[in-house]
């Protein structure tokens, strides 16, 4: 009785199954029984004697643990700092005048932070080593966001424990596939990780070219007409970099903004070098054009240039803030920011309000090197006047990458050997989204003196006269 009221609800089955269903499933089956099978044949291979296999075992060679490397590689020169880094530095036994190190406002050997410094460290130790959502938060980093958020007049800040991280970590945060980026061709490398880990599609214009983007946005406004279903469902970004580190350019910011409002896009804005040194009050690229910052949806920003610490953080909206600590893979998967850089940075906002004048004396530091240094002979110079950074390139082109980056790297260690700290910038060539020139980068110090821009002058002039 079982057994025919079993076979009635399996023929139930086979009648209420479609045709389609039942030819896939026979098809499986057949499948997993030819793998079977196919299996069991291929087990039956003939042993190898004792000889043939010490023979095989003799004539293995693996692969090299370490591909063969360059000697002459430029990561792998290194040059050996023996003091406190500053507006002095002593690099290699030689004394010199600092320009290579992002130490904008000179905040690296301010007494009065390195000592608020020491007593957080005292309070609080080393660090916790968790990440901010377990066990990493303290109150300074919660005093830190707020008076960051309150120093920007945006709702909230949050705070990263790596600069690199900070902007990497924001793109993908919002930015998933299927979306579209609008993106400068010089943005720096951290943005480009963003990039490549959001799985957008990225869409570059020309180096601070606002008719080049807004022929690319006239050209995607052409695309949604033909198939609007799918342009009602993609999120569009745009990426910019408040002064590109890879140029030392400020960026046409109330022309983005203009793009911004016209084609309905997301504007993230990196101020890692603005922020602390542009407008009058340290708020970077939106303070100096008089831009209000509720036009731009994400401001993110790296510490260690102007604020004597590191780490970085994004400041917005209550939702941007908020979407990061569940989203943000920097801020969820890294140690919390040591409590005494963290207080450093608060020290460094202190300043900041107490003393606003130190950014009109940093600009004005950096336009006087840039009037100086636009006199090179062999050399030559570009950045904005006002940017603390900077680059100097071959006035006349080498052949390729390898000879001006050898020819710079010699510049830079001849005037290291007479009293002056210059770098060549250094870029991972085979990985940079576009290919970038070598250069020297120039990193202006706010206490800096002219008798200091002249004496850099006269000494990087002298030695790439006699290299060049």
Known sequence: MVAIQLFNEIGSIFRNTPTFALVLETLLVITVIWLLLHRRGGGRRRQLTKEEEDRIIADYEPEPLVADTDPE????????????????????????LN????????FLEDQEILEEACKSLRKYGVGSCGPRGFYGTMDVHLD???????????????????GFSTVASAIPAYAKRGDIIFVDEAVNFAIQKGLDASRSTIVFFKHNDVEDLERLLIEMEKRDQKNPKKALKTRRFLVAEGIYMNTGEICP??????????????????????????????RGVTEHFNVDRDEIDLISAGMEGSMATIGGFCVG???????????????IFSASLPPMLTQAAISALDRFEREPKIFGQLQSKAKSLHQKFSRFTKLTLRGNELSPVKHLY???????????????????????????????????QNRERQPVRPSIRIAVNRLLEDADIATAFEVIESVSNAVL
């Open 317 to 331: 909206s209550h939702f941007i803030a908020e979407h990061q600590r569940l989203s943000g893979l920097g801020y």
């Open 144 to 162: 830190l966001e707020d008076r960051i958020a309150k120093f920007m007049g945006l709702e909230e800040a949050i705070v990263y424990s790596y």
């Open 99 to 106: 320009l290579g190190s992002h130490n904008y406002l000179g």
């Open 394 to 428: 071959l006035a006349q082109a080498a052949d390729n990458f390898d000879k001006e980056l050898k020819l710079l790297t010699e510049v830079a260690d001849k005037c290291i050997a007479r009293g002056v700290a210059i770098v060549q910038a250094a870029y991972l």
């Open 253 to 282: 910011l109330p022309e983005l903004v203009a793009l911004r409002q016209k084609y309905k896009l997301r504007l993230f804005l990196d101020e890692s070098i603005s922020f602390g040194t542009m407008g009058q009050g340290g």
């Open 73 to 96: 590689h430029p990561l792998l020169r290194t040059r050996i700092v023996q003091s406190k880094v500053g507006k002095h530095i002593r690099v290699d036994g030689h004394d010199c």
